[in-house]
């Protein structure tokens, strides 16, 4: 799939023609379509993105759903940004401590 920007984070499939669209849904609150597992999904995808390419920390313990419901658990995470941070701030810290130690 290729994308072309339209505009500011707008961004269209070049195999879909807009001509042939007649509407569009937006599904805000995921009742047409499930996105449980999309949110653990973009929380493992972005801390291993930010561990690798920019805190150059490799071979960290990967993020799983059973981690990420151990911070939700703890209580304060039920955020995707707040448990990305957390998640990066703790394995960044395992590894130094392993380094370190």
Known sequence: MTL?????G??????????DVDAIIFD???VLIDVTNSYD??????TDFILKEYA???????VTSQI???????GGFND?????YASIISLTAAKK?????
Do not use: H, R
């Not at 999904?41 to 972005?46: L, Q, R, S, V």
């Open 4 to 8: 072309s920007k339209m505009d500011d």
């Open 10 to 19: 707008i961004y269209v499939d070049d195999a879909i023609s807009l001509n």
């Open 28 to 30: 805000c609150d995921g």
């Open 41 to 46: 999904e973009a929380i493992i995808k972005t």
């Open 56 to 62: 150059k920390v490799s071979n960290a313990i990967p």
């Open 68 to 74: 990420i419901d151990a911070f939700k658990k703890t």
């Open 80 to 84: 995707e940004v707040d448990l990305t």
């Open 97 to 101: 401590l392993n380094k370190d130690g």
